[in-house]
């Protein structure tokens, strides 16, 4: 620093530095208050989904093959405990039947060799999936300030 | 010391105790707003914009490493915002004319102006430096006031040091050449 910038400096200490509110402090502290208990929150902060996608893929994939697998080896392969709502309805369609090929039989049929489980693995992992989803999104919303 | 005292707030707050915040706050409020002010121009705009400034401060603690004084980061956040938002009202800083004044002309001047009362140098100092461009204002004030070095101003702005360097010898010669006439025209009024 130069004698100009020295002398400068001398002078320029003498400036008014300008002074924000009185209750300045009290509100930034309040506002990081309530910043810091959105940041508390400590369940849904870093929630993460309790099935991964990969693992969706894969459980999807083995189901389809499951189907896949009942469907090929037939009502003989199908275990003991098949579902009866389908087999009644397969057995009611019998009343309609018009010719071997009846396509609506042989659908209803294919769902009557599902064992009863499977269905409800089907239900559990959809209301898994909707809560996971529901959460995921909760937990997305952004905890910042945001700052005009 | 000065960064002793800061980092040791710091840490604190990021062990959980928030209200070491408030240390932060109350030691540079002022020369935020001040910042805030001198390029946003009106006090409401200004202390939301300090509000901000600390907010986002607090929001990103744990990023601050320490490198810079705590000071230079947290004016660089402010000086950042506030020309975002000027951006954001497409407002452009006044250029600066050359001025034709010596060497020889300042050191007059400011033995001219140390003669004037101490109430009239503050009125006649902040007129002077009011009239200066928003973002020269900034630089001479952490320049000559808060004693930031270049390289910190460099950090706050983004302006290359040479460009400082520039930019503060032109204000200094404008203030000085602002303060000229405020001081003749009082002369003037008292014949």
Same mark, same amino acid.
């Given at each position: ?5 020295k002398q400068f @400096? @001398?002078m320029?200490?003498? /400036?008014?530095i300008d002074?924000p ?9 309040s506002?990081?208050q309530?910043?810091?208990a959105v ?6 902060q870093n929630y993460q989904?309790v099935i991964?996608?990969?693992?969706w893929?894969i459980? /999807?994939?083995a189901?389809?093959?499951?189907? /896949?697998?009942i469907?090929v080896?037939g009502?003989?392969?199908a275990?003991?405990g098949?579902?009866?709502?389908w087999?009644a309805?397969?057995q ?7 010719? @071997?090929?009846?396509i609506?039989?042989?659908g209803?049929?294919i ?11 089907v239900l559990?992992s959809?209301?898994?999936?909707t809560?996971?989803?529901f959460?995921?999104r909760?937990?997305?919303r952004s905890? @910042? /300030?945001?700052?005009? | 010391?000065?960064k002793?005292?800061?980092?040791y707030y710091?840490?604190?707050?990021r ?8 240390? $932060?706050v109350?030691k540079y409020q002022?020369?935020?707003y001040?910042l805030? $002010? ?6 409401e705009d200004?202390?939301e914009?300090?509000q901000d ?6 929001q990103?603690?744990?990023? !601050?490493e ?5 000071s230079?980061w947290i !004016?660089?956040i402010t !000086?950042n915002a506030c020309i ?10 006044k250029s600066?004319?050359?001025q ?5 002309d300042?050191?007059?001047?400011h033995d001219y ?7 009239d140098?503050?009125?006649? $100092?902040n007129?002077a430096?009011?009239?200066l461009?928003?973002d ?7 320049? !000559?006031?808060?004693n930031?070095s270049?390289d910190?101003?460099?950090e706050?702005?983004?302006?290359t ?7 503060i010898?032109?204000a200094?010669k404008k203030?000085y050449? #602002?303060l000229h006439?405020? #001081? ?6 008292l $014949?």
């Amino acid at each position: 620093m130069n004698k100009l910038d020295k002398q400068f @400096e @001398e002078m320029m200490k003498g /400036i008014r530095i300008d002074s924000p509110s009185s209750d300045f402090t009290l509100k930034v502290m309040s506002r990081i208050q309530a910043e810091a208990a959105v940041q508390r929150r400590p369940l849904l902060q870093n929630y993460q989904p309790v099935i991964s996608k990969k693992t969706w893929i894969i459980l /999807i994939a083995a189901f389809v093959l499951l189907m /896949i697998y009942i469907t090929v080896s037939g009502k003989d392969a199908a275990p003991a405990g098949g579902s009866v709502f389908w087999s009644a309805v397969a057995q009611s369609m019998n009343v309609f039947k018009t010719g @071997e090929s009846s396509i609506l039989q042989k659908g209803v049929g294919i769902f009557s060799l599902v064992p009863t489980i499977a269905y409800l693995i089907v239900l559990a992992s959809l209301a898994l999936w909707t809560l996971d989803g529901f959460l995921g999104r909760f937990s997305h919303r952004s905890s @910042e /300030i945001h700052i005009k | 010391m000065d960064k002793k005292e800061d980092q040791y707030y710091i840490e604190a707050v990021r062990n959980g105790n928030i209200q070491a915040f408030a240390f $932060l706050v109350e030691k540079y409020q002022k020369l935020i707003y001040t910042l805030a $002010l001198k390029l946003l121009k009106r006090p409401e705009d200004a202390e939301e914009m300090a509000q901000d400034t600390f907010i986002k401060a607090y929001q990103k603690l744990d990023s !601050y490493e320490g490198k810079s004084k705590f000071s230079t980061w947290i !004016y660089s956040i402010t !000086y950042n915002a506030c020309i975002s938002e000027l951006r954001k009202r497409r407002i452009e800083f006044k250029s600066l004319e050359d001025q034709r004044i010596t060497e020889q002309d300042e050191m007059k001047m400011h033995d001219y102006y140390r003669e004037t009362k101490k109430e009239d140098q503050e009125k006649y $100092l902040n007129l002077a430096l009011g009239k200066l461009p928003e973002d020269d204002q900034v630089l001479v004030t952490l320049y !000559y006031y808060e004693n930031q070095s270049m390289d910190e101003i460099s950090e706050i702005t983004g302006l290359t040091v040479s460009n400082i360097k520039v930019k503060i010898h032109r204000a200094r010669k404008k203030m000085y050449s #602002l303060l000229h006439e405020m #001081l003749n025209e009082e002369i003037y009024s008292l $014949l």
